[in-house]
């Protein structure tokens, strides 16, 4: 019995060594906090080059929300009474993003009371896809002393959405992370696309033709965790979004930096891309339809 | 036989919870910089956990509504020895290409502002070390790769299958700002 248990104990030192040595994915066998070790390793085949494709947060979506054809329209938020319908992780995922781009839109727009009811959704909905632990004390604390100060609601709404970023990041939850930001993006750009009225060269629609550098790079990241297969699934669904942005004309032009007087590094952008009428109608409509499927709510 | 069975969950229990707590260790802590007076803090920050004879790209939207401070953090295990250039997405035209450290320059000066990411340089006017930081400012909106190239160490010649490699985080920290209006 006791040449058994030793046998058994040392089976299990050398498989936890084992796994948290080899784990290539892991971020977390770096000593303390991360941190600087420096070892003896076998030379296993692992690719050279990884690569991170970065998501802007939805209230970088909406930056250009100060153009003043832009109106505060509540019809077009996801209302909160629908967060009971939502049952399986894949749609609570996906709704918590597009919850917290209703957040920075009513906060934007300065609405008080909508922030808090928006803010306590996203809590509540935190809670069931097991990231409740971000809402601690200072952070609810920052909640229930929200004035009606736009800089404030502003402020705590993207701090809520950074924690979860970050929390995420920390406990590596990539695929919850993937749908929070296709949620996010998505529920931006109905919004945006509902409230614009096509005018060429306006500000506005040259900033929904630019979205789609960063649709590609959101479609990238899901591409890296599509063995998921929730994430499979949005892929499939996103797939009409990505044959319109396909097909928008990129106009190239001669990229190289050159550095002002205040030193910035002033980039000439090396593509401008262009959206015709009919292919912004088309992205608003086939934007507006998964949207709606993403949340339960009949096409309008 | 009752004392054996709890001698053996204590032994279990000695040697999972540290395997654990290895996991549990991560970047995420690391490097907690507040956005400075005019800057925001954005989401396109990413910290990630590296190691040396891999390379690491971070494809970035910037839009063509803000400005953007770029700033680079590297744990010391890598010693700065890392290279870092930022490079069109779409045609891979190069915008900037500097080593984590230059060291002292010809005229005597140490990693003189703008050419190096990681060592910090003496500002004249502000009268203390800063951070080195590049601010970005697109013309059109664009897709830009931060590459960040992280070599070998020069492990004991001789040995080809087993080499050294060292571990650490990397932060790539991105404020913004809306554009100045002309």
Redesign the interface.
């Known amino acids: 019995m006791k040449k058994n248990t030793f046998f058994i104990i040392t089976m299990l030192i050398i498989g936890s060594l084992w796994i948290t040595s080899c784990d290539p994915k892991s971020t977390n066998n770096n000593g303390e906090d991360g941190e600087d070790t420096t070892k003896t390793t076998n030379n296993v085949e692992e690719s050279d080059v990884e690569t991170f494709y970065l998501v802007p947060s939805p209230k970088d979506i909406f930056g250009f929300t100060d153009d003043k054809s832009l109106v505060f329209n509540s019809e077009l938020i996801n209302p909160t009474e629908n967060v009971e319908n939502y049952i399986d992780n894949k749609r609570k995922q996906l709704n918590f993003g597009i919850y917290a781009a209703d957040l920075a839109y009513v906060a934007a727009y300065e609405k008080g009371n909508e922030t808090v009811k928006y803010l306590d959704v996203v809590r509540n909905l935190s809670n069931k896809i097991g990231i409740g632990d971000v809402f601690n004390e200072s952070l609810t604390k920052r909640i229930q002393n929200l004035t009606s100060n736009k800089d404030s609601l502003i402020v705590v709404s993207t701090d809520t959405y950074f924690d979860v970023i970050r929390y995420l990041e920390k406990k590596e939850k990539i695929s919850t992370l993937a749908l929070i930001a296709t949620g996010g993006w998505i529920e931006s750009l109905y919004i945006v696309v509902n409230l614009t009225t096509f005018e060429e060269r306006s500000k506005s629609i040259q900033a929904i033709a630019d979205q789609k550098i960063v649709f590609f790079n959101l479609m990238m990241y899901l591409e890296q965790n599509q063995s998921d297969p929730n994430i499979q699934d949005v892929l499939e669904q996103l797939a009409p979004i990505k044959s319109i942005y396909e097909e928008l004309e990129v106009v190239n032009m001669e990229s190289h930096p050159k550095t002002d007087d205040n030193e910035k590094i002033v980039i000439g952008g090396s593509a401008k891309i262009s959206i015709s009428e009919d292919q912004f109608n088309k992205l608003k409509q086939t934007i507006s339809k998964i949207r709606n499927n993403f949340t339960g709510n009949s096409v309008p | 036989m009752k004392k ?1 069975k709890l ?2 969950v204590l ?2 229990l000695i ?2 919870l ?2 654990l707590s ?9 490097w907690k910089v507040q956005p400075f007076s005019g800057w ?5 920050t ?4 590296c190691t040396t ?15 953007y401070y770029l700033s680079f953090y590297a ?3 890598f010693n700065n020895r890392m290279n870092f250039t930022l490079e ?1 997405a ?2 891979g ?1 190069e ?2 290409s500097v080593p984590g450290e230059m060291g002292i320059m010809d005229d005597g000066s140490e990693n003189p ?2 050419s190096s990411a990681l060592a910090s340089y003496y500002d004249e006017k502000l009268k203390k070390d800063i951070h080195p930081f ?11 790769k931060i590459i960040i190239e992280i070599p070998d ?1 020069d ?1 004991e010649e001789g040995k ?10 990397v932060k790539v920290l991105i404020f ?1 700002r ?1 554009k100045p209006t002309n």
Request: with cysteine; charged share 20%.
């Open positions: 054996l001698k053996f032994l279990l040697v999972i540290p395997s290895l996991f549990a260790q991560d970047c995420g802590s690391k925001e803090a954005t989401s396109l990413k910290i990630a956990s004879g891999k390379t690491y790209e971070f494809v970035v939207p910037f839009s063509d509504q803000y400005e744990s010391s295990s069109d779409s045609n035209s915008y900037l502002k703008g590049f601010i970005i400012s697109p013309d059109n909106s664009v897709s830009l160490i492990g080809v299958v087993n080499k050294l490699t060292s571990k650490g985080c913004e809306e």
